[in-house]
C-alpha cells in the first residue's frame, strides 16, 4: 500500500493504493495525454464514496473494457502472479467436529 499526496480542486489529498493500482492509473492518464492528478480529479468529480475505492474501480473498469473507452491500455501480465498456485481455503462445512471439545466424562 503507498500513500500518495494528490491535488483536488487546489487543496491537497492524500490517497492510499496498492502500487498495482498506482501503475496502472499512471498507464491510463498516459493513454489519455493526462497527468495522473488530472485523471484523479477527474474520478473525483463523479464519485459517490472512498476516493481510493472509486479510483480502483475505475481502473477496473478500464481494465475491462468498461468506460475506459479505446484508449484504455490492457495491462501487462504479470508473471509472478500467473505462475502464483491458487489455494482454495478449506471449506468450514463437514468439520462440524473441529474446534469443539468433547463432552465431559460423568
Known amino acids: 500500500m503507498k500513500k500518495r499526496s494528490v491535488l483536488i480542486a487546489g487543496h491537497p489529498t492524500s490517497v492510499s493504493l496498492e502500487e498495482e493500482f498506482w501503475e496502472a492509473l499512471k498507464g491510463l492518464a ?29 481502473v ?13 491500455p490492457a495491462l501487462p501480465p504479470r508473471p509472478d502472479v500467473e505462475r502464483a498456485p491458487i489455494h482454495h481455503c478449506p471449506s468450514r462445512r463437514g468439520r ?7 463432552p465431559r466424562p460423568r
Open 30 to 58: 498516459q493513454a489519455r495525454g493526462m497527468s495522473v492528478n488530472a485523471l484523479i480529479e477527474e474520478i473525483d468529480s463523479t464519485r459517490s464514496g472512498n476516493l481510493s475505492s472509486a479510483i480502483r474501480v475505475h
Open 60 to 72: 477496473l473498469n478500464a481494465v475491462q473494457g468498461r468506460g475506459g473507452g479505446a484508449s484504455a
Open 96 to 102: 462440524e467436529d473441529e474446534g469443539r471439545r468433547s
